[in-house]
């Protein structure tokens, strides 16, 4: 899995591979959208909080959150 690579104050770069790429969340289905949508931590940086932003776009475009996907994917 990619992870997401961003700048952070002092131009370190900061990994986070609990963190999707917008290419990966582009690409991703409705369930793993919720997956992401329930249980990704917040974004640390505007990058971050973009794919965050991206997320909750294209879940919400795809239906957003059903008892089903809600049951299936826990809590």
């Known amino acids: 899995m990619e992870v997401s690579r961003t700048q952070v104050e002092g131009g370190m770069m900061q990994d986070r591979p609990d963190f999707p790429t917008m290419e990966q969340v582009e690409e991703a289905d409705h369930e793993q959208l919720a997956r992401w949508y ?14 965050q932003d991206r997320i909750g776009e294209r879940f919400k475009a795809l239906g957003g959150m059903t008892t089903a996907l809600s049951k299936k994917i826990g809590f």
Do not use: A
Not at 38 to 51: A, H, N, V, W, Y
């Open 38 to 51: 329930r249980f990704l931590p917040s974004g640390d940086t505007r990058e971050q909080q973009k794919i």
